[in-house]
């Protein structure tokens, strides 16, 4: 029998109601999600974590196969798990050029498809993603460090959530404006003039997407589906120690973009090895005209100042800042503080670093407890978290890289250490290392040079200012001039939260108040939280909003005159 080329797949067709339903989250801004975040068997089935952990264990020590990948040879990323061994996956080699090459090769369908079936294939490849989020969360677990069901949330729903968002955001402004429309303008003498117009959103070019070391999906889904869904091929640069979770989007993006009837190198893997750097040439290749990074500051503001051609999204390093004033539930607050300042330990973006609080004490419902034994306190309560090592391993993770232990090392000889940090036996995995949250108590005035700087990972200060006033000052003014990417306030007094709002607005950034319950200033919900702003110097995008998507495309349009033809009567 002679071959036949499949009919292509009408994804849209499949994923209307879901791609309409979050539409309507973002406008609600209510909780909403078609991703469970529990990794349990009756959710995703009976045989799916077992599944899951032997795709994860069988694609260890082989190369990673991507079928029909531009480029020659192999990557050997030397991916090391935080919990202890060596992944030894290899990865495709792709030269910088061969990928810009070959993704833009591939634009010319994608464009003319139109937004609806880009948004239906993408929809197609976050509910396959979705149904691999097992092995995924191994993937991550064993890149990031973070414990395994922080990797499955964040990792897999979590991330598929704010993929899911962009798609939302990506179609609905491309929508905005007809497909076509007849344009008629009276005259006073002769017949009207009538011209047919067309619409057409087209994307600016191809997309770079730098990923991190801690989150690459969570990070990353934003800006790979945003890009794709407004038209744009993606070139996909993992950071080399966690190449495996974008890998295996990679390859689940491309399996859909084939059944779909477009050129699967609408996606492509730039894998590279540790110290190659080929991200900066990437950056400033000409045809590379849409750029998303996450990571340091000093290379997000590099790509800001030098990559000029390319339309850039960065989420860079902030202080993120606790105000303490009042508290009608102190114990409550120590423990949702205790959490915050462990939670994967402390390697997020969100975590809080500086906690002010006035040197004479807040009042709580326990009686005023000054800058220091609020200190001696929040130690206790991370001692009471952390004491089980079960508990302290599920928590905390493990430690992703080198240059966090030494952020830590530093940290022991700054101020005045109240709660020193720890190594914790892993009971599952001996070789990890695991190390318990320090923090060191400063002055607002004297230690001014290093409280204004981000300290990355398991540290946090606490920081006796004059007032309350005080502290608010330096919440303003340092989130002004360094960033932050979140905030939180604690007071009973409704003139404190309102100065503290103010203080938020002014500075730009998004503010929690009073959380003492099980909502944590470093957890951010999809199509209800916004993450990230670019009112302050710590990001230059939001997560997400119109603004992620609309300067990814142009909406060009084509004219043509109607020619009416009269009547005529015999």
């Given amino acids: 029998m002679p071959h036949t080329t499949p009919e292509p797949v009408d994804f849209f067709a499949r994923h209307r109601e879901l791609l309409e339903a979050a539409v309507a989250a973002t406008e609600s801004r209510d909780h909403w999600t078609p991703y469970p975040e529990s990794p349990s068997k009756s959710v995703y089935g009976e045989e799916a974590p077992k599944l899951g952990e032997a795709a994860f264990r069988d ?49 010319g369908p994608w464009r003319d498809a139109g937004p609806d079936a880009r948004a239906g294939v993408a929809a197609e490849i976050l509910a396959r993603l979705n149904a691999a989020s097992f092995e995924n969360a191994h993937a991550v677990q064993h890149t990031t460090g973070q414990a395994f069901v922080m990797a499955f949330q964040a990792g897999g729903p979590h991330a598929q959530d704010r993929g899911l968002e962009a798609v939302a955001y990506a179609w609905a402004e491309q929508k905005r404006h007809p497909c076509s429309a007849r344009w008629t303008k009276p ?35 934003p800006g790979l589906f945003a890009s794709l869904v407004t038209g744009n091929p993606v070139v996909i640069k993992p950071h080399p120690g966690a190449v495996l979770p974008l890998a295996l989007t990679v390859r689940t993006a491309r399996e859909v973009l084939a059944e779909a009837g477009f050129d699967p190198n609408l996606v492509i893997l730039a ?45 860079k390093a902030g202080l993120n800042t606790v105000v303490l004033d009042s508290t009608d539930d102190y114990r409550g607050l120590l423990r949702n503080l205790a959490f915050s300042l462990s939670l994967y330990s402390g390697q997020m973006c969100t975590t809080p670093q500086n906690l002010l609080i006035p040197h004479a004490g807040i009042a709580t419902d326990q009686g005023v407890r000054t800058a220091d034994e609020f200190a001696a306190d929040l130690g206790a309560a991370l001692d009471k978290l952390l004491g089980d090592p079960d508990r302290a391993a599920g928590t905390l993770g493990a430690i992703v890289n080198d240059g966090v232990l030494d952020r830590l090392e530093k940290a022991a000889a700054v101020g005045t250490t109240v709660h020193a940090s720890r190594p914790v036996d892993h009971p599952e995995h001996p070789e990890a290392t695991v190390r ?6 400063l002055d607002a005035g004297p230690d001014e040079e290093t409280y204004t700087r981000e300290w990355f990972g398991p540290v946090s200060f606490v920081i006796a200012t004059d007032s309350t006033e005080h502290s608010l000052r330096i919440f303003r003014e340092t989130v002004r001039a360094h960033g932050a990417l979140t905030a ?42 916004f993450h990230g702003s670019a009112a302050n110097p710590a990001a230059s995008a939001t997560l997400s909003d119109p603004a992620f998507v609309t300067g990814r495309f142009a909406t060009l349009q084509s004219r043509r005159p109607v020619v009416i033809e009269e009547s005529t009567h015999a």
């Fill in 59 to 107: 694609q260890l020590g082989k190369p990673f196969a991507l079928p029909g990948h531009p480029g020659e040879g192999t990557v050997q990323a030397a991916e090391t798990s935080p919990y202890g061994f060596g992944l030894g996956i290899g990865y495709p080699r792709v030269s910088p050029e061969e990928a810009v090459a070959a993704a833009k090769a591939a634009t």
């Fill in 187 to 221: 005259q006073r003498k002769g017949g009207a003039l009538v011209m047919d117009k067309k619409f057409t959103p087209v994307g600016r070019g191809v997309s770079l997407l730098i990923a991190c070391n801690t989150f690459p999906t969570w990070n990353g889904y």
């Fill in 271 to 315: 894998a590279e090895e540790p110290g190659e750097r080929t991200a900066g040439f990437l950056a400033l290749h000409p045809d590379v005209r849409i750029i998303d990074f996450t990571g340091s500051t000093e290379f997000g503001d590099w790509l800001e100042t030098h990559a000029r051609q390319a339309a850039v999204y960065t989420e």
């Fill in 436 to 441: 318990t949250p320090l923090m060191a108590r």
């Fill in 488 to 529: 939180a306030v604690h007071s009973t007094r409704e003139e404190v939260l309102a100065a503290a709002e103010s203080a938020a607005l002014e500075a730009g950034v998004h503010l929690s108040e009073n959380l003492t319950g099980q909502v944590f200033v470093n957890q951010s919900a999809a199509f209800s939280d």
